[in-house]
């Protein structure tokens, strides 16, 4: 089989991945299938001569999608949205066919350099940092929230002093700006002296809430980041860039490539230290050309139509938490600021695991739990870019409807 056949399948694919985006809201959001459903519908070796295109793409169909929970359903409110724009899914096809590797500025100039440009532009925790303690092989110390679950300045001053009195070495805090959890904003501007004060370097993880920085008037939220030594958010999780695209920020990176910096003369070339190697930046060689993302998607939509988009979300989450606030046998469990509602049945944490067990059943809605402080609530992410007021109306419909129910049997 010949390349100019493949690139009519590639063309057709297209065409399928747009039907099935424009028309997801028509598939159940979570898949019914059970542990080992894929194995029977393949054959049990790959083919020795190739299949024929139209009996793989029926495939996806017969055997990918009953099993794919559709996190771009209106439905899908489960952890955090993931991006998705036809801008980005173009450039993805674009770097998968340039299909460089972008370890350093000679392997191919333009990725490095509008990787450089692109974060330049967008220069206006989570349980990844428990696992760098584990990787690191230090000691982890989670520290506890005020009742607005934000971390303060002189929660941090405590620790650090029973640190160094117990003979530990603190040298590294991670203050979070949207927490996992229930979107909470840790008190950076209080956090941040004392962290310089001790020389603990300060990381300020925004991966879902950095992406709102973008609008103006949530910019407050950031007070205190001068004093941050890194900073990262991911465009991939609410700036409609495709998984997977984390951006970072460093005060000196000189640190970081000092750390990683490892130089075989295969390697090296004439313009080294005029520009960056990201093989430098990170712990695996090769690098994507992921920047091409970014550039599509703050250039076909601007500014002003991302800033819409947030807004829009925020507004959706907001309308949300009326519909809770209007029915008296729930509660909201935590401040809503961004496109997260948190909220429970009152009453016994047991009343809310069952409603969510319910609603998740039914596979109308998605969603997924959280629990802070012993108190376990349910968490309604705006996630889809599909998502509009009628699709939030049906998922409190769906929560509504079986606290009916589930309240109605515990009377009986």
Not at 53 to 67: K, T
Request: charged letters at 25%; aromatic letters at 12%; proline letters at 5%.
């Amino acid at each position: 089989m010949d390349a100019p056949q493949f690139k009519e399948f590639a063309k057709e694919m297209v065409d399928y991945v747009s039907n099935y985006l424009e028309n997801i809201r028509d598939r159940r959001v979570l898949p019914t299938v059970e542990p080992g459903y894929l194995r029977p519908l393949i054959p049990e070796t790959a083919p020795i001569k190739g299949d024929k295109w139209e009996d793989v793409l029926a495939d996806v169909e017969r055997v990918i999608m009953p099993g794919v929970t559709h996190w771009h359903s209106p439905r899908f409110h489960a952890y955090f949205p993931t991006a998705n724009s036809y801008p980005a899914i173009v450039a993805d096809i674009l770097s998968g066919a340039i299909a460089c590797i972008g370890f350093s500025w000679i392997a191919s100039p333009a990725c490095t350099e509008l990787e450089v440009v692109m974060l330049d532009w967008l220069a206006q925790s989570h349980s990844s940092v428990e696992r760098a303690g584990l990787l690191g092989g230090v000691k982890l110390r989670s520290l506890p929230v005020d009742d607005e679950y934000k971390l303060r300045g002189e929660t941090v001053a405590e620790a650090l002093k029973e640190d160094k009195a117990a003979g530990l070495i603190p040298f590294y805090l991670v203050a979070t700006l949207g927490t996992t959890s229930s979107c909470a904003f840790d008190s950076l501007d209080e956090i941040g002296p004392i962290c310089n004060e001790y020389g603990v370097w300060l990381h300020v993880d925004a991966a879902y809430a950095g992406s709102s920085f973008i609008c103006p008037e949530f910019r407050y939220l950031m007070k205190g980041i001068e004093r941050a030594d890194s900073f990262n958010f991911n465009p991939h999780k609410w700036l409609l860039v495709n998984f997977d695209c984390s951006t970072m920020w460093l005060k000196e990176p000189a640190w970081l490539v000092d750390a990683f910096n490892v130089d075989p003369l295969y390697l090296k070339h004439d313009q080294q230290g005029a520009a960056p190697d990201y093989r430098h930046w990170q712990i695996p060689l090769g690098r994507r050309f992921r920047a091409l993302k970014l550039w599509f998607v703050l250039r076909l939509y601007g500014v002003e139509n991302l800033q819409a988009f947030i807004r829009k979300h925020i507004a959706l989450a907001h309308y949300f938490e009326e519909l809770v606030r209007s029915d008296d046998r729930f509660e909201i469990a935590a401040e809503v600021i961004m496109g997260l509602v948190c909220f429970r049945l009152k009453g016994e944490n047991e009343l809310s695991e069952q409603l969510l067990k319910r609603i998740n059943a039914n596979g109308v809605v998605h969603m997924v739990p959280s629990k802070i402080n012993d108190i376990y609530f349910l968490r309604m992410a705006v996630c889809s870019r599909f998502t509009e007021r009628e699709d939030i109306e049906i998922t409190w419909k769906e929560v509504r409807a079986n606290a009916d129910l589930l309240l109605s049997e515990k009377k009986n």
